[in-house]
């Protein structure tokens, strides 16, 4: 009868060590790979806007990239705003441009209701889609850390900062998708509830400090780039502009003092019929916050036009 075999402590101390210097191994070139894909994969949102060469790119959240047509706003543009992210989406999008960038100007879409929420918004999770740019950035990395104390450590690990995109940042990067201008066209439109019930307009609204740093950030950055920041605030149905609402009196007094600088064309104060006819037309959203394509073209015509009158020409600012 043959004695079952069996495995000594010293051998499976050694097995797991073996297994656990592989895993380490993977880890490391596995993050090794992705980093080196990711900054040629069309995954990496700076990547992606910059292919057709741009003069002038749209940043911002969801209202920004349904809001501003970048066929409408003309010349070659491309809207590079991302669902659901913040100011400080915009401020790492700058801070990771390339040296040898085509972009004059940057349209900033500034969202306010994001900008209150500050880390603690609910689309701060939408942030994570920039996750590999925070091993280099560690701006953004505080960022994360303000939501996850241990986002740091997390980090250690070379495959943590992809997970669940490295198959598209592999295939992005063999492949590149074509984005076309980054647009994206919504079509129809919500009608309104009769049953909502109105918001309180009387209340004093306040930013929280992180928020007015990013802004900072993102004015400094583009001087330094030598870029021409434009900033707007995209309209919402039935309501008027953020700068004439008594609640974000406090926060549009703080951000315009920021804007005050030559790099800024500051647009957000800008109102006119156009827009208030806009904002009373149901058939131009798609729902409360976004407009649809109708809605988009209309206003990236009145904003282009108001960049034509306001702005100046298409330039640098100074040589480079």
């Given at each position: 009868m043959e004695r079952q075999s069996s495995i000594?402590?010293?051998?499976?101390?050694?097995?797991?060590?073996?297994?656990?210097?592989?895993?380490?191994?993977?880890?490391?070139?596995?993050?090794?790979?992705?980093?080196?894909?990711?900054?040629k994969s069309t995954v990496n949102p700076i990547y992606r806007a910059l292919l057709g060469n741009p003069e002038t790119v749209v940043l911002g959240s969801s209202t920004a990239m349904s809001g501003l047509s970048p066929s409408a706003l003309g010349g070659r543009a491309y809207n590079a705003s991302e669902n659901g992210q913040t100011i400080f989406y915009a401020a790492a999008f700058l801070r990771n441009l390339p040296l040898?960038?085509?972009l004059k100007r940057v349209i900033f879409g500034f969202d306010v209701q994001d900008f209150i929420r500050g880390h603690k918004s609910e689309f701060m999770k939408y942030l994570k889609t920039l996750a590999p740019l925070a091993?280099?950035?560690?701006?953004?990395?505080?960022?994360?850390?303000?939501?996850?104390?241990?986002a740091r450590y997390k980090y250690v690990s070379g495959l943590y900062p992809f997970q669940g995109r490295a198959r598209r940042v592999l295939f992005e990067w063999w492949r590149p998708k074509n984005a076309g201008n980054g647009f994206t066209f919504f079509e129809g439109y919500e009608k309104r509830n009769p049953n909502r019930r109105?918001?309180?307009y009387a209340?004093?609204?306040?930013?929280?400090?992180?928020?007015?740093?990013?802004?900072?950030?993102?004015?400094?950055?583009?001087?330094k780039?030598?870029?021409?920041?434009?900033?707007?605030?995209?309209?919402?149905?039935?309501?008027?502009?953020?700068?004439?609402?008594k609640r974000?009196?406090?926060?549009?007094?703080?951000?315009?003092?920021?804007f005050q600088t030559s790099a800024v064309c500051n647009l957000t104060e800008i109102s006119s019929s156009v827009i208030d006819k806009l904002i009373g037309d149901e058939t131009k959203f798609f729902d409360r916050r976004h407009l649809n394509g109708t809605g988009a073209e209309i206003y990236s015509r009145f904003i282009a036009q108001l960049?034509?009158?306001?702005?100046?020409?298409?330039?640098?600012?100074?040589?480079p």
């Open positions: 000594s402590a010293s051998e499976l101390s050694l097995a797991l060590a073996g297994l656990a210097l592989f895993l380490i191994a993977f880890d490391a070139v596995g993050g090794w790979v992705l980093r080196g894909a990711y900054q040898d960038h085509s091993e280099i950035d560690s701006e953004l990395m505080k960022k994360y850390e303000l939501n996850d104390p241990l109105p918001e309180d209340t004093l609204l306040e930013a929280p400090e992180e928020s007015y740093e990013a802004l900072r950030q993102l004015v400094d950055l583009a001087g780039r030598n870029l021409q920041l434009i900033v707007v605030s995209p309209p919402w149905r039935d309501q008027l502009i953020p700068a004439r609402q974000y009196s406090r926060i549009m007094k703080t951000a315009q003092k920021i960049i034509a009158n306001r702005c100046g020409e298409l330039s640098r600012l100074s040589s």
